[in-house]
T-cell receptor
């Protein structure tokens, strides 16, 4: 069974640029959630994708967007980067069923983004 | 809204000491409760979970009991090891199953 993988592991961007982060979900999982973890804080929910559709969103602006592909891998895109976007971005996958809540989420190692 | 509160760290213990990390939550309905652990430079790993009141989650010597009457899910271990040094996050999954809410984390340092 393959775990959750993320790429790249580290990334440095400058303010105003755009970034794309990638996540491959655990085998058999159809739901992907993205989180932002600032230094010294707990992860904050960005959004979730279930079977290629957005299935919930946290308190993040529209410049944070995502995609989920037919193989259930996912991308997080952030436009117009700001200094405060510097954080560890975590992807988590789970097995969800329409109309019922999904259970445990399994996290990838994260992508550390630094915005200068 | 839903929220999770954890005891502030850092917590520093000697090897073989007893560990308690307090966690309380606010949520509507019947959330599931989790403890995740994050080792330096790594992502989050599931430590244990409980999905209904009075359930006890356990793993690797760690335990936590879902107490609905006190809205708590305190983490305990009878004898910590140096390898337990990490940041511990308490989290809840809301009643609709869409959103994990994490506490701020508690850093544990275990000294030999």
């Amino acid at each position: 069974e393959t775990g959750v993988t993320q790429s790249p592991t580290h990334l440095i961007k400058t303010r105003g640029q755009q970034v794309t982060l990638r996540c491959s979900s655990q085998s058999g999982h159809n739901t992907v959630s993205w989180y932002q973890q600032a230094l010294g804080q707990g992860p904050q929910f960005i959004f979730q994708y279930y079977r290629e559709e957005e299935n919930g969103r946290g308190n993040f602006p529209p410049r944070f967007s995502g995609l989920q592909f037919p193989n259930y891998s996912s991308e997080l895109n952030v436009n117009a980067l700001e200094l405060d976007d510097s954080a560890l971005y975590l992807c988590a996958s789970s097995l969800g069923t329409s109309g019922r809540r999904q259970e445990t989420q399994y996290f990838g190692p994260g992508t550390r983004l630094l915005v200068l | 809204g839903n929220s999770v509160t954890q005891m502030e760290g850092p917590v520093t213990l000697s090897e073989e000491a007893f560990l308690t990390i307090n966690c309380t939550y606010t949520a509507t309905g019947y959330p599931s409760l989790f403890w995740y652990v994050q080792y330096p430079g790594e992502g989050l790993q599931l430590l244990l979970k409980a999905t209904k009141a009075d359930d006890k989650g356990s793993n690797k010597g760690f335990e936590a009991t879902y107490r609905k009457e006190t809205t708590s899910f305190h983490l305990e271990k009878g004898s910590v090891q140096v390898s337990d040094s990490a940041v511990y996050f308490c989290a809840l999954l809301d009643n609709y199953g869409q959103n994990f809410v994490f506490g701020p984390g508690t850093r544990l340092s275990v000294l030999p």
